[in-house]
């Protein structure tokens, strides 16, 4: 028995790949929008091909784990869909309110020493 010769990859059919491809390049082309270098970058984020990242692009294939690390690693609005995705929004706020207090204290950090050289100033006058 032989395979018919229409092409070298077998599809699995399965619906969470296809859902899986969609939105990594809704994601992707939303981020980088129509610049003509969006492949290379991710290509070069990713260590993929051009000929692989064009096939996220239109969501004929999705990226393995190690390239879609990388993804998320450049890209942040690809975790956020991943986790929507998923049903874990409650995880995205959680880490809205890390960053927001990281944001937070780093301001305060600054004010504090801003305030310490103003008194610095204030006492040699």
């Known amino acids: 028995m032989s395979f018919p010769e229409t092409g070298k990859v077998f599809p699995n059919g399965r619906a969470s790949d296809e859902k899986f491809a969609k939105l990594v390049a809704n994601v992707l082309c939303r981020a980088l929008g129509e610049r003509s270098s969006a492949i290379k970058v991710v290509a070069r984020w990713t260590g993929a091909g051009e000929r692989t990242v064009k096939n996220w692009f239109v969501a004929k294939n999705a ?3 190690d390239h879609f690390l990388e993804l998320v690693r450049h890209c942040p609005d690809m975790l956020d869909e991943f986790l929507a995705a998923a049903g874990q929004k409650e995880r995205l706020a959680g880490v809205s309110v890390r ?9 305060i ?17």
């Open 63 to 65: 990226p393995s784990g």
């Open 99 to 107: 960053a927001a207090r990281l944001a937070l204290v780093t301001s």
């Open 109 to 125: 950090l600054a004010l504090d020493k801003l305030m310490d050289s103003e008194d610095g100033e204030a006492s040699l006058r």
